[in-house]
């Protein structure tokens, strides 16, 4: 009998099993080749996120990135390539070579760069799910993360500035979505009634471009001039996780809208809080300490110190 399988990734909203892109395509796989994966999706019962997201887990052995997921899964009897020929095996390489290009470096800089998507949304939403008080440092650090990812991809300052980064990057996503619209046309998967694993790194990066409501949508706008695209994302959403897709938005959007709302406010005053204490520390006397005549160490001066009481 085969080890269970249990995947741990983030959650998902706006209709959407999950956010993550990288975990939207291990999951969009699995269905597809029908791999009975347990998911586990990331909220305050975890101490923190550790490491890269998606985990799959079974039995002893624990792997990551999408790729090497997909490979174990493969190798498990859940395949959803086994209809394509070589060259089809071929350009599935080759397209998600250009999704990682092309596209992921726009979708990273929509979440986690710009700045008031980045404010009103992504931060307050992966805050909400990590524990205080990682949920003030660890979305900061992964808003980080991305940008050096795209500036590795795309250069940096010099020879370029990010205004120019920024301007080239989403060029060439709205380039790469006009490929992909031409490369499906009318069909329903990209090789013909079956999808596959080119169909599920697809799902993954367009799904949460579609889906998201963000204050700042250029790249979600050109995506809806390509109807084949948003098709190819609600066909996915209704067939394999039976979620709706009437508008953008799942029922009882409004009042998760308007916790979020409430979720960013109170974020963002803990920040600013922090923050007035450290300029209130930095800015008060400095004083020499008192001497406590009174005060007498107990026999080996340090049982006393608090600091060492609060010790494990």
Known sequence: MAAPMELSCWGGDWGLPSLHPESLTVMAYAKFSGAPLTVNTINKSWRAPKGDVPVLISADIVISQPAKILNFL????YNADYELSAKQGADTLA?????????????????????ENYRSVTKPWFASRIPFPLSLYLPG??????????LLTRGGP??????????????????????????LGTSQFFFGDTPTTLDAFVFGFLAPIYKVCFPRVQ????????????HFCDDILTCYFRLTVAGHSPAGQDTADANLQKLTQLVNKESNLI??????????????????????LAAGGEESSPWNRLSP
């Open 95 to 115: 397209y998600i070579a250009l999704l990682e290009e092309k596209l992921l470096p726009a979708l990273l800089h929509t979440f986690w760069v710009e700045a």
């Open 158 to 183: 010099p020879p370029y500035s990010l205004t120019e980064v920024e301007a080239q990057i989403y060029r060439d996503a709205k380039e790469c979505l006009n490929l992909l619209s031409k490369r």
């Open 219 to 230: 790249l979600q706008e050109h995506l809806k001039q390509l109807p084949n695209l948003c």
């Open 141 to 150: 650090k992964m808003s980080r993360e991305a940008l050096n990812r795209i």
């Open 275 to 296: 923050e007035k204490m450290d300029d209130s520390l930095r800015k008060s006397p400095q004083h020499p300490p008192r001497k406590l005549t009174t005060l007498k």
């Open 74 to 77: 493969r190798k498990q009897k």
